[in-house]
Antibody, heavy 123, light 110 residues
Framework: EVQLLESGGGLVQPGGSLRLSCAAS????????MSWVRQAPGKGLEWVSS????????YYADSVKGRFTISRDNSKNTLDLQMNSLRAEDTAVYYC????????????????WGQGTLVAVSS | QTVVTQEPSFSVSPGGTVTLTCGLS?????????PSWYQQTPGQAPRTLIYSTNTRSSGVPDRFSGSILGNKAALTITGAQADDESDYYCVLHMGSGIWVFGGGTKLTVL
């Protein structure tokens, strides 16, 4: 059974940093692209960032580019999101998601999801 | 900036069929956008229904289907059930690894 377990969320002041982690199990982690998707309270889903299976390619939404860094450790089956210079508008539940596999950009589509971790940016 | 459009709300009768759409504020949706569809109930993580236009995710019943209808992606639910009452989101690949979600459709079954 595929399991994705996010951790690292919490309350942080504007301008602060936080590092989210996602522990994956139940599938060949190194073979799949991974992504982060967030959802602000009462709002819709927003794609944040994606990373290829080999870490060779990274992609970011304009809203987080230059502030967030996605990374993975295929030996530990973990996906991370380093978030710097946090803003109030970054407040959201952050979901880790497994890609669908394949060889084109289609592989980054979101297949399985974790339960999410809440990040609150407030003074 | 291109916006992904969805109907804000829709209603369907139990047992009925409903088609939700996913469009672009400028241009047409094609299979190259790899349209995907997600179901979400309040307080829960999203559940993947369809990816790459028409591929059902594991465990999704075949009464959920995806397609391209005209210039939009479409999610069709046949034989609607009470527990289909949820928010439905589509997402499109806009090129160069960038994905954009629609604003979601709130589906009511009544």
């Amino acid at each position: 059974e595929v399991q994705l377990l996010e951790s690292g969320g919490g309350l942080v002041q504007p301008g602060g940093s936080l590092r989210l982690s996602c522990a994956a199990s139940g599938f060949s982690f190194r073979s799949y692209a991974m992504s982060w998707v967030r959802q602000a309270p009462g709002k819709g889903l927003e794609w944040v960032s994606s990373l290829s299976d080999s870490s060779g390619s990274t992609y970011y939404a304009d809203s987080v580019k230059g502030r967030f860094t996605i990374s993975r450790d295929n030996s530990k089956n973990t996906l991370d999101l380093q978030m710097n210079s946090l803003r109030a508008e970054d407040t959201a539940v952050y979901y880790c998601s497994k890609g669908v596999g394949g060889t084109t950009f289609a592989k980054y589509a979101f297949d399985m999801w974790g339960q999410g971790t809440l990040v609150a940016v407030s003074s | 900036q291109t916006v992904v459009t969805q109907e804000p709300s829709f209603s369907v009768s139990p047992g009925g069929t409903v088609t939700l759409t996913c469009g672009l504020s400028s241009g047409s949706v094609s299979t190259s956008n790899y349209p995907s569809w997600y179901q979400q109930t309040p307080g829960q993580a999203p559940r993947t229904l369809i990816y790459s236009t028409n591929t059902r995710s594991s465990g999704v019943p075949d009464r959920f289907s995806g397609s391209i209808l005209g210039n939009k992606a479409a999610l069709t639910i046949t034989g609607a059930q009470a527990d289909d009452e949820s928010d439905y989101y589509c997402v499109l690949h806009m090129g160069s690894g960038i994905w954009v979600f629609g604003g979601g459709t709130k589906l009511t079954v009544l």
